[in-house]
């Protein structure tokens, strides 16, 4: 199969007219060019220069494959310097799934800073309401990067961006309005706004209670924590959701649990030494989580 050597060869060869003028200019010797304009040749079946006392004389076939092999040259030459951009983080694309309730909450500042700074690089946000389907999604090659909870496992690198709190939210004359924080127990008989199975937080949710011995009374079901937030505080019911929830804060009542909750915030990434994922995860530490996510004990 012919190669980009071969075809620069030919190209270097009817620009400079002669084999000696085409080696000079690629460095290298002549029998070396002869060989590869041969090769060519022989794979085209067909002249592609003619032999002459003074130079060559370039074919039909010769002029032909010259023009294409510089248009094909001048692509090569720019998948290099396309690589190259994007292997400092200047260009490319880079894919990211994020937890449906993260992404105003915790990337919105660092793709405005990107969207400013990396104007070249593409971004492209997927949101999801499983951190598992997330890392599943990660492990098919389908994202780069991943924002959101710890999912159940994991074989890419983590990075642990930090920890958001689990709160309770009810109405706004509930009767958790009148205390500082609501312990588990007191969800007991509460009718409770809870989560559809596909979302990661269904199963956390129902773990959660059950390791306090707790017993839910499920008034209706919803995919989003926002929803569940807005619901609760409408006097749908209670509920437990993660405050990158709340970045619109709900009208109702919000309470911490007793003792407090929280679960870790991550960024999980396939391949560490991506520059364009390098480069986002440093931003995400640098800028650390928001300010409603870091409550003291």
């Given amino acids: ?45 067909t002249p592609v220069v003619e032999r002459l006392t003074r130079g060559v004389r370039v074919t039909a076939a010769g002029r032909a494959v010259a023009e294409e092999a510089r248009i094909a040259l001048e692509a090569a030459d720019r998948a290099v310097r396309v690589g190259r951009r994007v292997g400092v983080g200047a260009g490319g694309c880079l894919r990211l799934a994020c937890a449906e309730t993260m992404t105003a ?22 949101e999801f ?39 309770v939210v009810a109405a706004a004359g509930h009767h958790f309005t009148d205390q500082r924080s609501v312990a588990v127990a007191d969800l007991t008989g509460e ?62 009542t919000v309470r911490s649990l007793r003792p407090r909750v929280r679960r870790d915030v991550v960024a999980i990434v396939g391949a560490p030494s991506d520059a364009l994922v390098r480069g986002f995860v440093a931003d995400l530490v640098r800028r650390g989580l928001p300010s409603s996510a870091k409550t003291t004990p």
């Fill in 1 to 45: 199969m012919t190669t980009l050597r071969t075809l620069e060869c030919l190209v270097a060869l009817v620009e400079a007219g002669s084999v000696t003028g085409a080696a000079a200019a690629l460095h290298m010797s002549q029998p070396a060019l002869s060989h590869q304009i041969a090769a060519l040749e022989r794979e085209l079946g």
């Fill in 105 to 126: 909450w915790l990337l919105v500042p660092v793709l405005r800073q990107w969207r400013s700074r990396r104007p070249d690089v593409q971004l492209d946000l997927a």
């Fill in 129 to 167: 309401t499983s951190a598992d389907v997330m890392a599943d999604v990660l492990a098919a090659g389908g994202t780069d990067l991943v924002v959101g909870p710890r999912p159940t496992a994991t074989d890419a690198h983590v990075e642990l961006l930090g920890q958001e709190e689990m709160v």
């Fill in 191 to 252: 009718p409770f706004v809870h989560y559809d199975r596909d979302n990661g937080l269904a199963l956390w949710v129902d773990q959660f209670v059950a390791r306090h011995g707790v017993t839910l009374s499920p008034v209706l079901r919803t995919r989003s924590p926002r929803t569940a937030a807005q619901l609760a505080a409408a006097g749908m019911g209670v509920s437990i959701v993660p405050v990158s929830a709340l970045a619109t804060r709900p009208a109702g």
